[in-house]
């Protein structure tokens, strides 16, 4: 069973996962498990829906700020 630790605010992330679209804006679902909403300067519609690999830090609150997406 793999447990899960919340990060501490400003760890660096390097995660992957599939890019979600909602009325808020884009959530990476996680391939470990669980969801992380991202803050993002770009739009990134090629890869909604779509395996990704986000780095970015963590804010807080399950909230990471992306500094890029693409495709993993």
């Known amino acids: 069973?793999?447990?899960q630790?919340?990060?501490e605010i400003g760890t660096v992330m390097?995660?992957?996962g599939r890019l979600i679209?909602?009325?808020a804006g884009f959530l990476l679902q996680r391939d470990l498990?669980?969801?992380?909403?991202?803050?993002?300067?770009?739009v990134p519609v090629d890869h909604v829906e779509?395996?990704?690999?986000?780095?970015g830090y963590y804010a807080g609150d399950n909230v990471?700020?992306?500094?890029?997406?693409?495709a993993a």
């Open 1 to 3: 069973m793999l447990i």
């Open 5 to 7: 630790s919340t990060p």
């Open 14 to 16: 390097d995660e992957t």
């Open 21 to 23: 679209r909602d009325e």
């Open 33 to 42: 498990g669980g969801t992380f909403r991202l803050v993002l300067l770009r």
């Open 50 to 55: 779509k395996r990704v690999r986000v780095r």
């Open 64 to 70: 990471v700020e992306a500094e890029g997406v693409a």
